[in-house]
Each structure stands twice: as C-alpha cells, then as structure tokens.
C-alpha cells in the first residue's frame, strides 16, 4: 500500500526560512544598536513607551507579539515529540542531555560571578538559552561544509532548550498571582482541551479560545506568552496507520501559516526593541561588571563546555553516537554556536529585572556573549576541510530529518 506524500513541517524546511529569518535579526540587531547611539535615539526609545490601549508599544511587542512566537516554539516542540526528530527515547537522548548540560553550564558560570549579591542572583537563566533563528543562520552561511545531521542535531537541541526555557520561566519568573484570572486561564484551557478531544478541526475555535486565554494569562500575573505554549499543545495533529503525517492537520496548517510571519516580522520586531542599548554613557569596564560579564562568560563558555561536554560523555559512554558524518571539531563547532542566546536570553533578562540598569547590563552581555559565539563558531565550522561537504550529500536531507 502507497502511503501519500509526507508534507515537511516548518522545522524541517527550515534551510531557507529559519536561515534567512536568523540573518535578518543579525541585520535587526545591529540597526538597533546603531540607532540607540544615534541622533534619532530619543525618538526610539520615546516610541518604545508609547501607550496603546493601555500598555506601551514594548509591553504588547514582549506580552502579545512574542505570544505568537511562543505558539510557534510548542506548535513545533509538540511536532517533534509526537512524529518527528524526538518522537522516539534513543532520538531524544543525545539532544536532551546536551540541551540540558547547556542549560545547566552557564547558570552555575552566571551564578559564579555574582559574589551572592541578591540583586543580579535571579538573572541566573539568562545565559542559559538557545537562538534557533540566530545559531542556523550562522550554519546556513557554511552551506553544504556542515552535514545535514548536525543541523538536524542544533534544531532538536533548541527545541528542547525552548521547552527548557519555557519551564524555567512558568516556575521562577511567575509572581503576584491573581486567582480569579487564573480560574479564567483555567476555563479557557479546559475548553481549548475539550475541542481537542472532540476532534475540532476548524482552527479559528482554537484561536479564539487562545486569545481569551492570553487576555486571562496576562491578567493573572503568570508571563502571557505561556498562553502561546498552551494553546499549541491543544492543537490537533491528526496521525493514523494510512497517513502518519497529515499535511491537513490543524497543526501543520497553522504552524505553515505562522512560521513566516513570525520569522520575518515577530522576531526582527522584538529585536529591534531590545537590542538596542545606549553605548554613550558605558565606560570600557562595565563589560567587567558581574551582570554582563556572567552572561557573556556563561553564553561563551558555559554553553559550549555543557553542550560538548555532554556529547563526548555519552559517546565515551557508549550511551550515544555523533551525528553521522560529522567530526568533534565540528560538534564543538556546533556547541560553540549554541552559545548565540539572543532572542531568548534578552526575553528572560526581561522578566529577571526590572531596573533599566540591569536591563542594559543584560542586554551588553547577552550581545557579547553572542557575537563571541558566533564568530568563533563559524570560524571553526569554516576551517573544517571542504571534502567533508562530500560526505554530508551522502546522507539524504529526508532521511536524516526524518
């Protein structure tokens, strides 16, 4: 029996879409800078606090926008675990233990230089997340001199990471709890889970119902993007023996008409809004500050000895096996990558302190630790001989995807 055509998801074609959306916000991000040092820097930092409809212009970019964002990230986490790169324990193993010593590494190098102070303590998760966009845009620039297994290998990775980070923010950067919006969230989850199980197909119920639950999660003092997270995974993604992948699923549908959207407008936007920082009044030591000296040092570092400190342990172990065709100097390449924290590590320096201070410390190192990562990444990954990209077109984009 033939089966039909397996449509890829978004994560799996993200070779042109992720790549080019990653090498916008590279452009997004330098724009910013340059406009925050600017004679227009008044008039960008007046519009970011604009008020509308009752919040400013940055509230609804990091509450509402990045909610769309959130919903990608668990549309695409729930992809994977159910039928895709995580669907299986031995798929998830190596991914999940680097994704989870790259998480871990750079939290105990933030906390390091922190000396105890109480203040700059709860930034500890910044450093401790992933740019998906960012990290495979530096891959796509290598083209065919990286193997395709490692590019599959970064995406599980992040996705795990963002699973990571969203935890980590549900639990510690969640306070003053109103009740009363919350049993809302409630209700509003519940029906988003009824219509799941009734076999809703329509997605515009689900949207709905997402967006009360949004309105509710943003009311009851739990960080509204979470509500994006939710109401991904009470998408349906309808499987069955005949058609394991339905590319008419509700899932698929709508993770192929928001993935755009979000790459090339969601997140160059929240770039744009954050990552611009006042550089007239920073002297050369306030790198050597502990806040931006602990996420620089835990993104560049920290995140490349727990991802490829990982990795060689379970290889060591027998417990797993590189990526096919891909050499250590190439995964560590990789680890070294994982270290681009941008999108991710900005939003959670967002929540972890309120004071602008703070806020542009966050953002000096999350920019440092970042282009560090990445320009030594790709020098790595670049040097490597250009005969391996021989052996990685030996490997079928499909299969190793699959």
């Known amino acids: 029996m033939t089966h039909p055509p397996r449509r890829a998801s978004a994560l799996r074609t ?16 330098a724009l910013a800078l340059i406009v925050a040092n600017s004679p227009f820097s008044a008039i960008y930092f007046e519009a970011l606090h604009t008020p509308v409809g009752g919040l400013d212009l940055l509230h609804w970019i990091n509450d509402g926008l990045m909610a769309v964002f959130f ?64 990290a495979l845009g530096i891959l796509s620039l290598l083209g065919r001199r990286v193997p395709v297994s490692l590019k599959v290998f970064l995406t599980a990775l992040a ?32 029906g988003l889970i009824a219509m799941n199980r009734l076999k809703v197909a329509a997605l515009w119920p689900y949207l709905l119902a997402g967006a009360a639950l949004w309105w509710f ?9 979470l509500a994006g997270v939710a109401l991904a995974l009470t998408i349906p993604l309808r499987r069955s023996p005949a058609a394991p992948d339905d590319a008419h699923s509700p899932l698929h549908r709508l993770e192929h008409a928001i993935q755009p959207w979000v790459a090339f407008a969601v997140v160059p936007i929240f770039g744009f809004a954050n990552a611009g920082v006042s550089l007239r009044e920073v002297s050369p030591g306030a790198l050597l500050s502990p806040v931006p000296l602990g996420v620089a040092a835990g993104l560049f570092l920290g995140k490349q000895v727990g991802v490829f400190g990982s990795v060689w342990l379970l290889v060591r ?65 670049r040097s490597g001989p250009p005969a391996r990209a021989a052996e990685s077109r030996k490997v079928s984009p499909r299969i190793a995807i699959e």
């Open 14 to 29: 993200f070779f042109e879409s992720e790549a080019a959306g990653g090498l916008l916000l590279m452009g997004v991000a």
């Open 71 to 134: 919903l990608l990230v668990g549309l695409e986490i729930k992809r994977e675990v159910v039928d895709g790169e995580l669907a299986t324990w031995s798929r998830r193993v190596l991914p999940g233990v680097a994704a989870a010593g790259g998480m871990l590494v750079p939290a105990l190098v933030y906390l390091a230089f922190q000396k105890g102070d109480p203040a700059t303590l709860h930034g500890w998760a910044i450093p401790a997340a992933t740019d998906i966009a960012f």
């Open 159 to 190: 996705i795990i990471d963002d699973l990571g980070a969203v935890l980590i923010i549900a639990f510690f950067y969640t306070s003053g709890l109103a009740l009363w919006a919350l049993a809302c969230a409630g209700v509003a989850l519940a």
């Open 217 to 225: 999660t943003l009311q009851s003092g739990v960080h509204a993007t």
């Open 317 to 381: 172990a027998g417990l797993a096996d590189l990526p096919a065709h891909a050499s250590w100097r190439e995964v560590y390449g990789v680890s070294v990558l994982c270290g681009i924290g941008f999108t991710m590590s900005l939003f959670i320096g967002l929540l972890a302190f309120d004071t602008p201070a703070l806020q542009d410390a966050t953002k000096l190192g999350v920019l440092a630790g970042s282009i560090l990562s990445a320009m030594v990444g790709w020098v790595i990954l």
